[in-house]
């Protein structure tokens, strides 16, 4: 198994095709995943541990979560990266196109919560089959992940969902949080989407103005890393100086985390609240949700690397 920290990359997290063309993701096309959070470290060590004998497994979140990418991070460390990835609708896959004699690679049916009951028999049906070829000693080259909004085994104790087929397809489970309940991978996300976003433009890299950073960090993204990317493209394109103020992000006003949140989430205020201690307590916030790194730091807080250095070093202060 790999060294966890080395399997701590970042994740394009940014807005996918649809398409449900059948794409190879050989070694370098493996996707990235920014996790600084203790859960998406858990997701991935899972998927580490899990994906030498993965051949079923569900990935349960809310709309625009990252499933669809968690699912080629898995693919990806699975003994069929060198394989196609297909990203199928559950309900017109199983209508149009379910064959198990084609099955070969990572089949990555979407939204399986939405089957009707005619759908979700027939995907137990199709399980079963597989089933028996493996039992069957007959080779596979397989792997069939899920995804749904709503957790599978909660919509069958409801009576919406056959039980057999939500213990089955629930029996290796990757619960993919919400972006408001891992807010310190926002700042290591919006560095990522801003760098693949300006690389597609063909654009110098943009920063983020001071302000900006704690904006995003006070939103409650309801629609998670999808909304993040739609604001941090549309603030791109409509920056004439490359540099992203608090103005430019485009947040809906009604979603914001309560204060009490607020206050869970952030780092402790400091005792000392004179100004260079303020200035201080932020710099290192910002540090930190750039893992360390000094230079990205600067960029972000709208000062050299040299002051940065200056200021850390009690040499320099922002308020003499």
């Known amino acids: 198994?790999?060294?966890?920290?080395?399997?701590?990359?970042?994740?394009?997290?940014?807005?996918?095709?649809?398409?449900?063309?059948?794409?190879?993701?050989?070694?370098?096309?493996?996707?990235?995943?920014?996790?600084?959070?203790?859960?998406?470290?858990?997701?991935?060590?899972?998927?580490?541990?899990?994906?030498?004998?993965?051949?079923?497994?569900?990935?349960?979140?809310?709309?625009?979560?990252?499933?669809?990418?968690?699912?080629?991070?898995?693919?990806?460390?699975?003994?069929?990266?060198?394989?196609?990835?297909?990203?199928?609708?559950?309900?017109e896959w199983l209508a149009m196109e379910a064959d198990t004699a084609s099955l070969s690679g990572t089949l990555y049916l979407d939204r399986v919560d939405l089957l009707a009951p005619t759908g979700q028999n027939l995907l137990l049906s199709l399980l079963k089959v597989l089933q028996n070829m493996e039992?069957?000693?007959?080779?596979?080259?397989?792997?069939?992940?899920?995804?749904?909004?709503?957790?599978?085994?909660?919509?069958?104790?409801?009576?919406?969902?056959?039980?057999?087929?939500?213990?089955?397809?629930?029996?290796?489970?990757f619960a993919l949080p919400p972006l408001r309940e891992h807010r310190e991978d926002i700042g290591p996300i919006t560095q990522a989407l801003i760098e693949r976003i300006c690389r597609r433009y063909q654009q110098p890299t943009a920063v983020l103005a001071p302000g900006a950073l704690p904006r995003l960090l006070q939103h409650a993204?309801?629609?998670?890393?999808?909304?993040?990317?739609?604001?941090?493209?549309?603030?791109?394109?409509?920056?004439?100086?490359?540099?992203?103020?608090?103005?430019?992000?485009?947040?809906?006003?009604?979603?914001?985390?309560?204060?009490?949140?607020?206050?869970?989430?952030?780092?402790a205020v400091p005792d000392n609240l004179t100004l260079d201690a303020v200035i201080q307590h932020h710099i290192q916030l910002v540090l930190e949700l750039n893992r360390g790194n000094k230079l990205r730091a600067a960029r972000q807080l709208g000062i050299s690397r040299s002051t940065l250095y200056r200021?850390?070093?009690?040499?320099?202060?922002?308020t003499r």
């Open 135 to 173: 039992t069957s000693g007959a080779p596979t080259r397989f792997l069939l992940l899920v995804s749904a909004h709503t957790p599978l085994r909660q919509l069958a104790s409801q009576g919406h969902f056959l039980p057999d087929l939500a213990f089955r397809l629930t029996a290796v489970r």
């Open 311 to 318: 200021i850390l070093s009690g040499q320099d202060s922002l």
């Open 221 to 267: 993204w309801p629609g998670n890393v999808r909304e993040l990317a739609s604001v941090i493209e549309s603030a791109i394109l409509e920056s004439s100086t490359g540099v992203l103020r608090p103005a430019d992000l485009q947040l809906h006003q009604t979603h914001h985390l309560p204060t009490e949140t607020l206050a869970r989430g952030a780092a």
């Open 1 to 91: 198994m790999l060294n966890v920290a080395q399997t701590v990359q970042h994740h394009r997290f940014g807005s996918t095709s649809d398409a449900a063309a059948a794409t190879p993701a050989g070694p370098a096309e493996q996707p990235d995943f920014v996790c600084v959070s203790a859960a998406l470290r858990r997701l991935l060590l899972q998927a580490e541990i899990t994906g030498s004998r993965l051949r079923l497994a569900s990935i349960e979140g809310e709309a625009g979560a990252g499933k669809h990418l968690l699912a080629q991070t898995i693919h990806a460390r699975s003994p069929l990266a060198r394989l196609s990835f297909c990203r199928r609708d559950a309900r």
